[in-house]
Structures are given as structure tokens and as C-alpha cells.
């Protein structure tokens, strides 16, 4: 049987998005890489291991949901 998701999401900026605790989040594993390895700044660019990275932290804080997905 095959499973069918409905997805309603919106595209935000980054640089100027204020997350929100209610807010859900579903991050590509590569922001995670981003997010936890502390020596990412250097092998990235600046909006990988800056921007990505504290967008992150900020909905963390606010506590926003942050998903990731698993494929098998």
C-alpha cells in the first residue's frame, strides 16, 4: 500500500525569519552536519556554517520543532 502525504509548507528567509515555538521545521541532513560538527567552518561557505547553524539554534531556543527524515 502506498502512503500518501499532504505537505503544506512555506519558504522563509533565513536571514530575516524570526522563528516561532510554533513553528515545525523539517531540516535537511545536511543543515544538520552544519548544525553539530564544530569544525564546519572549515570545509563551508559562510551562509552553510553561519547562517544555517544559527537559524537552527534560534528555533531550538523559541522551541520550534525540528524534524528530520529517516530512509530506509
Same mark, same amino acid.
Not at 515555538?21 to 560538527?37: A, G
Not at 520543532?65 to 527524515?69: C, D, H, V
Given at each position: 500500500m &502506498?502512503?500518501?502525504? $499532504? $505537505?503544506?509548507? &512555506? %519558504? %522563509? @528567509?533565513i536571514r530575516s525569519d524570526k522563528p516561532q515555538? &510554533? @513553528?515545525?521545521? *523539517?531540516? @535537511?541532513?545536511?543543515?544538520?552536519?552544519?548544525? %553539530?560538527?564544530n569544525r564546519a567552518f572549515l570545509f563551508g561557505r559562510p551562509y552553510q556554517t553561519n547562517l544555517y547553524p544559527e537559524y537552527v539554534r534560534k528555533a531550538a531556543v523559541v522551541g520550534a &520543532? *525540528? *524534524?528530520?527524515?529517516v530512509y530506509h
Open positions: &502506498t502512503v500518501s502525504y $499532504i $505537505i503544506r509548507a &512555506t %519558504v %522563509v @528567509d515555538r &510554533t @513553528d515545525r521545521f *523539517l531540516v @535537511d541532513s545536511n543543515v544538520w552536519y552544519w548544525y %553539530v560538527y &520543532t *525540528l *524534524l528530520f527524515a
